[in-house]
């Protein structure tokens, strides 16, 4: 629209303004009419907001980006904000012991006042490994083949299965595990790697159910790697003789490997932290396991297991804070480390 056109058109715009105030109160003082009066007044404010908008729409936009930033901004002062409350929580318990004394003891005796939490982290890390160790090979090798090998129709029906997969929440896990898990530990698994005694609660089962919750973050993200490679670079390998697996081995592998390696890092952080569903299989028992189908503990099923008791034994809740901050801590250095690694693998794996 030229611009003496729409300079026409505004200033048409403000005399139908003004005209529809003028008329409203015509219609109200003169012939009572409350009806037009609040038909031409809507009218009147209808066309004074449009105005408005159009004269305030670079002030909007500077609104919404400082709303922007102030929403990112408050995401790290939540992130600060969360490690001062940690840090103010576990005050009391690192003043009564130190922190050699609650690292390296293994005795968790909260009634007698002993908080040693070397167990719960060696359990902790031993959960984590083998969960990883089950979850990585499947999930990645399952990414390759929805991906590469599988027919269309079959990749539509299994995607949304794996994301609802990743929703399904982690209680309803732990009783999957409960129903399935333990008792075939107890009765076909541990039996047959020579332990008899096992109840079926320990390191081992709550290491199964992990890295099944592991699975669709893993497969999701790998997916999505596989899939962002070039098919130029696909073709260009197969046309030079290379075979499919590997087109996947030296090329898809070589293109995405941020992306895999993104999704093991996540993966990672859902098995080191998950909660319910370990408490509920894993045995609840603060030991150094002398085997993976022994009862165990960790560092967040120890805190779900004794919050019922932190209102009767202060020291006991800042000693539990004090978990939660070694758990916060150790993702937090392990994202650093994996960013770290990323941005190295970004520079050496490019295509």
Not at 192 to 220: D, Q
Not at 259 to 288: D, K, P, S, W, Y
């Amino acid at each position: 629209m030229p611009n003496n056109i729409r300079n026409v058109f505004k200033h048409k715009l403000l005399i139908v303004g003004i005209l529809s105030l003028f008329l409203s109160f015509i219609f109200l003082f003169i012939f009572n009419d409350l009806f037009l009066f609040a038909l031409f007044l809507i009218l009147f404010i209808i066309l004074l907001i449009y105005n408005f908008v159009k004269v305030t729409r670079k002030l909007y936009d500077t609104l919404g980006t400082r709303l922007m930033l102030f929403v990112t901004a408050s995401m790290i002062f939540l992130f600060f904000l969360l490690l001062i409350i940690l840090i103010n929580g576990s005050i009391d318990i690192l003043q009564d012991q130190s922190l050699s004394e609650l690292i390296l003891s293994s005795t968790w005796k909260p009634f007698s006042g002993e908080f040693g939490l070397f167990a719960v982290i060696i359990d902790t890390l031993i959960v984590t490994a083998v969960s990883m160790l089950i979850a990585i090979p499947i999930s990645v090798l399952s990414a390759i083949y929805i991906a590469e090998y599988a027919p269309k129709k079959f990749r539509k029906i299994i995607r949304p299965f794996i994301d609802v997969l990743a929703g399904v929440p982690s209680v309803v896990f732990g009783l999957c595990a409960l129903l399935v898990f333990v008792p075939l530990v107890r009765d076909d698994i541990a039996p047959f790697f020579g332990n008899t005694i096992s109840s079926g609660f320990g390191l081992f089962t709550a290491s199964l159910i992990l890295s099944i919750m592991v699975f669709p973050i893993i497969i999701s993200l790998c997916v999505e790697s596989f899939n962002a490679v070039p098919i130029a670079l696909k073709e260009a390998s197969l046309s030079l003789g290379a075979t499919k697996w590997e087109t996947v081995k030296k090329v898809i592998f070589r293109a995405s490997g941020p992306g895999i390696l993104a999704a093991i890092f996540l993966g990672f952080g859902r098995a080191f932290g998950e909660t319910i569903a370990v408490a509920m299989v894993i045995g609840n028992q603060e030991l150094i396991p002398k085997s993976l189908f022994g009862p165990g503990q960790t560092l967040a099923s120890l805190i779900a297991s004794n919050y019922t008791e932190v209102s009767s034994i202060p020291i006991l809740a800042s000693a539990l804070i004090f978990v939660a901050l070694i758990l916060f801590v150790v993702v937090l250095i392990f994202n650093l480390l994996g960013y770290l690694v990323l941005r190295r693998a970004s520079k050496r794996w490019k295509y």
